[in-house]
Nanobody, 127 residues
Framework: QVQLVESGGGLVQAGGSLRLSCAAS????????MGWFRQAPGKEREFVVA????????AYADSVKGRFAISRDNALNTVYLQMNSLKPEDTAVYYC????????????????????WGQGTQVTVSS
């Protein structure tokens, strides 16, 4: 089992920045690949970004490339999502997710491939 707790959400003006954190517990952090997803009202949960077990491989949704950056600190059991140049369309509940990765470099980008989820943190971007 892996427990995930997100933090760092809030209200920000368009063009601003936020940094989300996700603290993991319950299993050796370096065995899990991590991802961030988001869900806006009335929409399906969508992939945002993922990072491999080692941190050496990442994948981004086209909508956030060049604006968002994922990183992880395996010593602190934490993954981060730095969000810059925020837009109103980035408004959503952001979820941290994890799965046990058999390969150090692999990343996945679909909801069904992740086994563990946090409770979510709200990000609201005002225009």
């Amino acid at each position: 089992q892996v427990q995930l707790v997100e933090s760092g959400g809030g209200l920000v003006q368009a063009g601003g920045s936020l940094r989300l954190s996700c603290a993991a517990s319950g299993r050796t952090f370096s065995t899990v690949a991590m991802g961030w997803f988001r869900q806006a009202p009335g929409k399906e949960r969508e992939f945002v970004v993922a990072i491999s077990r080692s941190g050496g491989n990442t994948a981004y949704a086209d909508s956030v490339k060049g604006r968002f950056a994922i990183s992880r600190d395996n010593a602190l059991n934490t993954v981060y999502l730095q969000m810059n140049s925020l837009k109103p369309e980035d408004t959503a509940v952001y979820y941290c997710a994890a799965y046990l990765a058999t390969r150090t470099w692999e990343v996945r980008s679909t909801v069904m491939e992740y086994d563990y989820w946090g409770q979510g943190t709200q990000v609201t971007v005002s225009s």
